[in-house]
């Protein structure tokens, strides 16, 4: 299974809408890093929908359909919100994590989540 976690400014765009919308298209990736990342995505993958600024949480879960690597854009259709989010502060609280790219790299937008981790954070997030 290939998972990914996107990150997103609640303020933006959050979790609740996508829900409401129960789709979008997913743009405005800059970083190469991330570009690379997103570009390797494929339709039926799994995503984690990060909040960044004060909230810092895993909020839901997103499936990709119709990518678009190209241009770096992918399209997104809502899945679930975690019943709890899952902070970033209790990720690093979890050695499991210490090689997570969001723990690692945490400024990085797009990144792949290992089977392990998506599995955990789920778990977490019940």
């Not at 997913?26 to 570009?39: F, P, Q, S």
């Not at 945490?106 to 089977?115: D, G, K, N, W």
Request: no cysteine; proline share 5%; charged share 30%.
């Amino acid at each position: 299974m290939t998972a990914w976690l996107l990150k997103t400014e609640p303020e933006t765009y959050s979790i609740a809408d996508l829900q409401r919308e129960k789709r979008t298209r997913w743009e405005g990736v800059k970083n190469a890093a991330a570009l690379i990342n997103l570009r390797k995505m494929a339709t039926g993958d799994d995503v984690l929908i990060y909040h960044t600024g004060k909230e810092k949480a895993v909020v839901g879960i997103a499936r990709l359909f119709t990518p678009d690597p190209k241009d770096g854009v992918v399209e997104l259709e809502f899945l679930k919100p975690l019943k709890r989010p899952v902070t970033l502060a209790a990720i690093k609280a979890d050695k499991a994590f210490k090689e997570f790219a969001l723990v690692k790299i945490s400024r990085l937008s797009a990144m792949p989540v290992s089977a392990e981790h998506y599995k955990r954070i789920l778990k977490m997030g019940a």
